[in-house]
């Protein structure tokens, strides 16, 4: 019996960001998607956010038929997390948001959870999402990861939330969900 690789010689242990993926509805279970030009008068908004990645191959080392020749299956990719780190995550508005500048960040107004952190049912700080997905690994992919935003700003100014992801290399991620109607 010759024992023969049944896993990619070239493994990709690591992912890099490609893009964001924003989806805004009300709280409520089961709320439609708010698309530009919507109105809403819910007490909080919540924003799903999607990362796509591409995996990164690791350099190669050893023999593609040492230790892959046993396995019964093949590794997930990204086992090791993101390659390029996130320094930084900034979530704003385009308008004034309850005193708050355009611009500025709402970080005392979004609490996230989900998707990339151990603790994926409990609540955490923006401040806190770099970290997070930083932790990340490959069993974490194409988990969800959840921002509520509230209380409901004053004013009824149309709002638009853009999400900047920056990593240490200095590469920007940007989106912004639709613009709405908060009454």
């Known amino acids: 019996m010759v024992p023969v690789a049944c896993c990619p010689e070239e493994t990709r242990d690591y992912v890099n960001l490609r893009e964001i993926l924003l989806f805004m509805t009300e709280t409520a279970p089961g709320s439609p998607l708010l698309v530009a030009g919507a109105r809403t008068s819910a007490p909080e908004l919540l924003v799903t956010v999607r990362l796509d990645v591409d995996l990164v191959a690791a350099a190669r080392s050893g023999s593609p038929f040492v230790g892959q020749a046993h396995a019964w299956q093949c590794e997930d990719g990204g086992a090791k997390g993101l390659k390029d780190k996130v320094s930084v995550v900034t979530f704003t508005s385009n308008n004034v948001f309850n005193g708050v500048p355009a611009g500025q960040s709402l970080e005392t ?14 609540d955490f700080p923006l401040a806190q ?26 004013g009824g100014a149309p709002q638009q939330f853009p999400v900047r992801i920056r990593t240490n290399s200095g590469k920007e991620l940007a989106k912004a969900t639709p613009e709405i109607i908060w009454d």
């Open 109 to 122: 107004f979004v609490r996230c959870t989900g998707g990339y952190s151990r603790y994926s049912n409990r």
């Open 129 to 154: 999402l770099a970290d997070s997905l930083n932790r990340w690994q490959s069993a974490d992919l194409g988990g969800p990861l959840s921002l509520r935003i509230g209380p409901k700003p004053t």
